[in-house]
């Protein structure tokens, strides 16, 4: 069955970094795009970042656009999100997504707090 598994999350200061990852199975990984999305206390959840199957392109929230990088690792399995210059806005439930034969799967999520 589909697996999302996503790690890294934790608590850090404004300015700071963090690299989540998400471990795929169940599918074949290489074959789709995955996403990022968060969601923050009373907020709907939001798209984040995505990257394509093929080619590896990427797009962003503009909220992020600048700080966050996507990235995957075919040959692992594992699409990664590298969030530079952290925000306490950027504090949610961070959550590795993918879409197959139109039903979204989503990870468990992890938790990103930014604050002093």
């Known amino acids: 069955q589909v697996q999302l598994v996503e790690s890294g999350g934790g608590l850090v200061q404004p300015g700071g970094s963090l690299r989540l990852s998400c471990a795929a199975s169940?599918?074949?990984?290489?074959?789709?795009?995955m996403n990022w999305y968060r969601q923050a206390p009373g907020r709907e959840r939001e798209s984040v970042a995505v990257?394509?199957?093929?080619?590896?392109?990427?797009n962003y929230a503009d909220s992020v656009k600048g700080r966050f990088t996507i990235s995957r690792d075919n040959a692992k399995n594992t699409v990664y999100l590298t969030m530079n210059s952290l925000k306490p806005e950027d504090t949610a439930v961070y959550y590795c997504?993918?879409?197959?034969?139109?039903?979204?799967?989503w990870g468990q999520g992890t938790q990103v707090t930014v604050s002093s």
């Open positions: 169940g599918f074949r990984f290489s074959d789709y795009a």
């Open positions: 997504s993918a879409v197959l034969f139109s039903r979204r799967y």
């Open positions: 990257i394509t199957s093929v080619g590896g392109s990427t």
